[in-house]
């Protein structure tokens, strides 16, 4: 076992047990648990003893055995049902006095046994030791919690399916789609054919070419893998650098424009980047859903406007000396009846994405179509499938997962709770969870950052929107942008690295891009925060 390996695993390990083993004041012992899974899950991802996706699996076990009504600590077995006296129309349960938990509630495990808070409509006091609660709501074949302080109440743990149910989130749902929607496309070529079709008219010009490059890999981006579109859009920058003279700077350029647009264009949609798909689910758990075409109506200006400014540093950084040259791309697009099927389901699925406020049929829904049908008609086999990034979905479902049990445990607020947020104010807030994104998604995978960084913003950004005066999804929509701009070293992103293998560039080269696009980055995202995004929520 390496070094690195094993003191990477000795550190989460310890994480976990020293945030159990020593309770904080102020939270409970299911709000140790979920600091503890949080702790090692951090450790775990910034040092990758095991694979980023395996510590996503892990979170979800710890979660379903020890956070769950029905697992190793919070379980509740063997409680004694109440008496029924059955009353005109109503029920009266003769219950134990402990079993009241605070004024007019009590606590009765469901059908699938998970624990539920009930109102009480009526409390007859009889005497000490005993209470008569009348209510309709409460089923008298289910046994009610006889200790008022059972660990089972105070924990506050629910079902092991929630965690469960994370694998089949909406957003999941999303990202599947994208995958097969993308699957489709590389496999009959409609990836390289746009191309094609797009950079035929920037003609010649280096600047130009650099252009069209660069407005090509952002939209791919948007809507495929920033990893699948990278190295397919290398394939295409690599002879145009064949042709450029070695001394030439705009060599670098040209390798270069491709990952900075990569990165760009995948903030621009919600299946583009994995940190957009974290931030919607955070949101939709706290009651706020996006649209589609929302989302592009605040990141696409936004990525627009990046790239633009991109291309104009690349040009500046690694000047041209050639005055022109040329692009050949062959193709043509399939005329196959499944390359067919496979360009109507594509448009289809982008149609009814943009349109979703027409016909009401919800984002994640819509996801749904390609993923059916482009398997029902053959357009995709089971090797395709195979291919698709289950490990993303893995990561990104085990970050759902770890914002569950942080908001519902009472672990959230409490972190919170450990610095003066309001003294900040709404900006000061935005501006120092983007910037803590941003730093620490230049070190490791944007997708771990913001499973860290989102569950807390949402909970100050929560108190805050009560106050009044604070716009949570403008704010979350800018953090999760400012973590998408980290592009400064080959272990930033996927495309960075993959840019890096070719041996064009220099690490050096990529800082040097990578930070100034990133700074302008996160400058626009607090601009847009204060001037744009507010008016469109």
């Known amino acids: 076992m390496k070094a690195k390996t094993l003191i990477g695993l000795v550190l989460g390990l310890a994480a976990f047990l020293m945030a159990i083993l020593n309770p904080l004041p102020g939270l409970s012992l299911a709000g140790s648990i979920a600091l503890g ?16 996706y395996a510590t996503s699996m892990l979170v979800i076990l710890l979660q379903v055995m020890l956070l769950s009504s029905q697992g190793l600590i919070f379980s509740v077995r063997n409680v004694p049902t109440v008496v029924l006296r059955e009353t005109t129309g109503e029920f ?27 109102a ?27 200790d008022a302080n059972h660990r089972a109440i105070t924990g506050g743990a629910y079902s092991y399916s929630k965690f469960y149910a994370t694998l089949a989130s909406p957003i999941i749902m999303l990202f599947l789609g994208g995958f097969a929607l993308a699957a489709s496309a590389v496999k009959f070529g409609l990836d390289k054919n746009l191309t094609r079709v797009l950079l035929k008219p920037f003609g010649s010009q280096p600047s130009s070419v650099c252009l069209g490059l660069m407005l090509c890999t952002g939209a791919l981006s948007a809507f495929m893998s920033n990893t699948a579109t990278t190295a397919m859009m290398m394939t295409v920058a690599l002879p145009i650098v064949g042709s450029l003279p070695k001394a030439d700077p705009f060599r670098k350029g040209v390798a270069l424009a491709i990952p900075v647009a990569a990165n760009i264009g995948g903030i621009a949609t919600p299946i583009g980047t994995p940190p957009n798909a974290v931030a919607l689910a955070a949101l939709r758990d706290s009651g706020i859903s996006i649209s589609f075409a929302s989302w592009m109506a605040m990141a696409t200006p936004f990525a627009v406007i990046l790239l633009i ?7 500046w950084l690694f000047k041209p000396e050639t005055d022109r040259f040329e692009i050949n791309i062959k193709g043509k697009f399939q005329t196959s009846p499944k390359a067919i099927i496979a360009y109507l389901v594509f448009a289809g699925t982008i149609l009814l994405w943009l349109t979703e406020k027409l016909h009401g049929i919800s984002t994640s829904m819509v996801a749904f179509i390609p993923v ?23 990561l990104v479902a085990g970050g759902i997962s770890l914002g569950l049990s942080m908001k519902d445990t009472g672990l959230a607020s409490w972190l919170i709770g450990q610095v003066s947020w309001h003294s900040f104010g709404g900006l000061g807030v935005v501006i120092a969870f983007g910037l803590c994104g941003y730093i620490l998604s230049n070190l490791i995978s944007n997708t771990v950052t913001a499973t860290i960084i989102t569950p807390l913003a949402i909970t100050v950004g929560v108190a805050l ?13 800018a953090i999760t942008v400012m ?42 995202a607090i601009l847009m925060h204060l001037l744009y995004w507010p008016m469109l929520t």
């Open 465 to 477: 929107s009560s106050q009044g005066g604070f716009n949570l999804v403008s704010a979350i929509v």
């Open 37 to 52: 899974i949080f702790l090692m899950a951090a450790v775990f991802w910034i040092l990758e003893p095991i694979p980023i």
């Open 92 to 118: 009266d349960f003769l219950a134990p006095a402990s079993a009241i938990s605070g004024e007019g509630f009590v606590y009765q495990k469901d059908a699938d046994n998970a624990l539920r808070q009930i």
């Open 309 to 315: 400014v991109a291309w104009r540093l690349v040009l």
């Open 372 to 394: 059916a049908l482009l398997p029902a008609f053959g357009v995709l086999d089971k090797k395709d499938i195979r291919g698709f990034s289950w490990e993303v979905l893995w």
């Open 483 to 524: 973590v998408s701009c980290s592009m400064i070293l080959a272990i930033s992103t996927p495309p960075n690295a993959i840019a890096m293998s070719c041996g064009i560039i220099d690490t050096k080269d990529l800082a040097r891009s990578g930070l100034l696009v990133g700074l302008i980055g996160i400058v626009l």
């Open 120 to 146: 009480v409509e009526q409390l007859n006091i009889a005497n000490a030791e005993w209470i008569t609660i009348r209510s309709e709501t409460i089923d008298p074949s289910l046994p009610l919690i006889q």
